[in-house]
């Protein structure tokens, strides 16, 4: 029996509802009792929306409170962070491919780990596994799929094409 209850700040705002959200607050409880604090940066849908979250991940088993927050997720999160009032943070974010394909720079930054990391520490990571594995953003067990070079390749050539375009409209 624990003694101590972890104090949990989650930012989320599209995947609150997510499983993958209610399976890494499960896990957490696994590793001892936690309160968790929801913290949802405003979309447009107010305190309502926030306690029907609430409530359904209480309804799930979870000690949970909530709030909603500035629509920024940074400056929601600094609205809500205190050092003494909580002891770790969960931030939810878009599954790994939905987010990677909008904005290249994780999939590249990850593709490069990947390059100069040598087979035998790729190896013996992949060895041990889990998710602290997979977390970690100096480590990436698989190369980046041939279709995602291409379009970051694309992507970037747009962003380069609408930046000369937008300069070309200016008097410098």
């Known amino acids: ?42 979309a447009g849908s107010g305190t309502a929306t926030v306690q029907a979250l609430v409530d359904r991940l209480r309804e799930a088993g979870f000690e949970v409170d909530g709030f909603d927050a500035d629509a920024d997720p940074i400056v929601a999160f600094q609205e809500a962070w ?3 009032r909580f002891d770790e943070v969960i931030v939810s974010t878009l599954p790994t491919e939905a987010s990677r394909w909008l904005l290249p720079s994780d999939g590249l930054w990850r593709g490069t780990i990947y390059a100069l990391e040598p087979s035998v520490v790729i190896a013996g990571i992949v060895g041990v596994g889990g998710p602290r594995a997979e977390a970690n953003p100096f480590f990436a067990p698989t190369p980046p799929p041939t279709e995602f070079l291409i ?3 694309v992507w970037i050539a747009a962003i380069l094409a609408l930046a000369t375009w937008s300069l070309s409209r200016r008097d410098l």
């Open 1 to 42: 029996m624990h003694a101590f209850k972890y104090r949990v700040l989650v930012i989320a705002c599209r995947t609150a509802d997510s499983p993958e959200l209610h399976k890494a607050m499960g896990t957490r409880c696994e590793l001892g009792p936690a309160a968790f604090t929801l913290v949802v940066p405003r």
């Open 82 to 84: 205190d050092p003494g």
């Open 151 to 153: 379009w970051s390749v």
